[in-house]
């Protein structure tokens, strides 16, 4: 029993749930004007709503941390998983609801979720599992690489097809610091290198140069020309980001004080989603906001060193994808809301509304948990055996 505590580890349990707390309160001063001018509903609405979902999402966090996690590697979870995947992508991409210019919504009136959310967690657990597989032949690239290169691809450009390029580029992102942590040798991840940024560099000087071939829907080239743009588009195109920079830049050190956010009545479209971080810039300054990005380093960094610490390839590369997607969203999301990249609508893990987003932040941080706890009880373990001798 002692040796089951002492292998848990607090501060990756702890910092998520103060986290998602203080997210629940930022919800609840954020979505208060929305809730009863733009959507007619009681003021704590949205407060509720995450609530439950904080609620859910921390049982079944307590559940995926205690069970093992290496039983996920088998084909009997990893086929139905993929399946899964690809068969609800092509099922909502023909009925699903949609919302901010994307079908990427299953909405049954009271319950509603974002399948490519899930997607996340299972690519992850689908490329530790494959290239745990592969470890005796990870170089051979023909073998080990393109299979689950072409599962990736397909799942992304699924995503893509919604469009949601936000959630796509995220699940690339994975994949990618997932392959290039897999145990391949230099030379061969210099070689993945080398290609993903001449892909990238093709794709960005396409969308340059003939931008009229592009297809992009209207809600996203609105957000490239409030990026480019913001000033010269201030009521339109630019107003959402110029509303984070005001809220942003108003909230000076210690901010205005809770509750007291201006940009939050109706300056600052649906606050309490992907712009919660303006809110808390204007409400509690830049404290409040190094408080938001300390919390998410600490989680990010804590995953670097379990996938280090980790003996086992499988949840190695599981830390990895965990930590890599915590990290990731959180600079696309601060990033768009800062002026620093285009705006995606990619929420604020713990912190942003949306209950998708919480249960699978916490099924991963779960994962994470679990993944430490079993390494560290092995050492601990070994510790014992070695000074019994």
Known sequence: MNLRWKSFDVTLIVVPIVLSIFGLVMVYSASIYSATERHEVESEHFFMKQLLALSVSLVVFFIVMNFNYKVLKSSFFQIPMVIGAITILL?????????????????????????????????????????????????????????????????????????????????????????????????????????????????????????????????????????????????????????????????????????????????????????????????????????????????????????????DPFGSMIAVGVSSMIGIQAFINLGGMSGLIPITGVTLSFVSYGGTSLLLTFVSIGLLVNVSMQSDRKRLLSLQRSKKI
């Open 91 to 311: 099922v909502v991409d023909q009925f699903g609801a949609v919302k901010g210019g994307a079908r990427s919504w299953f909405d049954f009136g009271p319950i509603n979720f974002q399948p490519a959310e899930f997607c996340k967690i299972i690519i992850i657990l689908y490329l530790a599992s494959v290239f745990h597989k592969k470890q005796k032949r990870i170089n051979d690239l023909g073998k080990s690489l393109m299979p689950p290169v072409f599962i990736l691809l397909t799942i992304a450009f699924l995503i893509i097809l919604q469009p949601d390029y936000g959630t796509a580029a995220i699940i690339l992102a994975i994949g990618f610091f997932i392959i290039i942590c897999s145990g391949m040798n230099w030379f061969k991840i210099s070689i993945i290198l080398a290609t993903c940024v001449l892909l990238v560099g093709l794709v960005i000087g396409a969308i340059i140069k003939y931008p009229e071939k592009i297809h992009f829907s209207e809600e996203k080239q609105k957000r490239i020309t409030g990026y480019l743009h913001p000033f010269e588009n201030e009521r339109d195109d630019g107003f959402q980001l110029i509303g984070s920079l005001y809220a942003i830049g108003s909230g000076g050190m210690t901010g205005v004080g809770f509750g007291e956010s201006v940009q939050k009545l109706g300056y600052l479209p649906e606050a309490h989603t992907d712009a919660i971080i303006a809110i808390i810039g204007e409400e509690f300054g830049f404290v409040g906001v190094a408080f938001v990005i300390l919390c998410l380093a600490t989680i990010v960094i804590k995953g670097i060193l379990i996938a280090i610490r980790c003996r």
